[in-house]
């Protein structure tokens, strides 16, 4: 396993797309940043309250997207290139394989987080200032990027699982990117129907990945959110985890 992550980590160390991805998002959240000072300079008169009030919010969905191609490009290529039957065949078991992938994308997709967080977060302190906190901000924080981070991972898993079921880099960049935008979507216009036809009220849009990490970054904690957020984000990542091992072991490798 060893082995096989230190291979995996020098392969990305050698993956263009993880270096330029990064770069351009942190380009995007300095340059948000900008936008936002210059935007609020039109709209009040007061000074900004300071970069504080950004730390929560930044623990988004925003580096969601480059994740979502790096890692997708970093899984699906093995399989293009045939690589990942070089690698079988040396006599490392599948499940391995798997949690190898998942491993490294799962650093991958929280080294995004963290530095779209603190590149928006330095540059607003710079602008702005970090700003006074009250008493419990620093508790509520961390519970915040705590679960921002599991909710981050469970969507890794998901893209990792399409990225092995898929095997095309392509495709699986197009579906990982089309749940990113359309789930959401999807998922209410299933409320919907299920409403009209069989007149059934039952908000499914709460036990989504994306849903979770929105109402977080907004700082609307309670046990309910915490709880639900939690929840999610284990059950999303267990079961694609165990759901792509099983259908790695299952397939043949080309």
Not at 75 to 84: L, S, Y
Request: net charge positive; aromatic share 14%.
């Amino acid at each position: 396993m060893l082995k096989l992550l230190k291979s995996d980590f020098y392969k990305l160390s050698k993956t263009k797309s993880f270096f330029i991805c990064l770069c351009i998002l942190l380009c995007l959240a300095v340059g948000y940043i900008f936008l936002s000072h210059y935007s609020y300079q039109f709209v009040s008169s007061e000074p900004h309250p300071g970069a504080s009030e950004l730390v929560a919010e930044t623990f988004s969905a925003n580096s969601l997207i480059f994740s979502s191609i790096v890692v997708s490009l970093f899984v699906a290529c093995e399989f293009g290139f045939g690589t990942m039957k070089n690698i079988a065949s040396k006599g490392f078991g599948r499940t391995e394989i798997y949690l190898s992938k998942l491993i490294v994308s799962c650093v991958v997709s929280t080294v995004f987080l963290l530095a779209y967080s603190l590149a928006s977060v330095a540059t607003g302190s710079i602008l702005w200032g970090f700003g006074s906190v009250g008493a419990g901000y620093w508790q509520e924080i961390c519970q915040i990027i705590g679960l921002e981070a599991l909710l981050n991972l469970a969507f890794t898993s998901v893209f990792v699982f399409f990225a092995a079921l898929v095997r095309q880099s392509g495709g699986a960049i197009a579906i990982n990117i089309c749940l990113l935008s359309f789930a959401s979507t999807m998922v209410q216009m299933g409320q919907m129907l299920l409403h009209y036809l069989f007149k059934v009220e039952w908000d499914i849009s709460q036990y989504l990945i994306s849903s979770n990490i929105v109402v977080i970054s907004q700082g609307n904690l309670n046990q309910e959110t915490i709880l639900r957020g939690l929840l999610v984000g284990v059950a999303y990542f267990v079961v694609t985890t165990l759901a792509g091992v099983w259908l790695f072991h299952k397939r043949d490798i080309k």
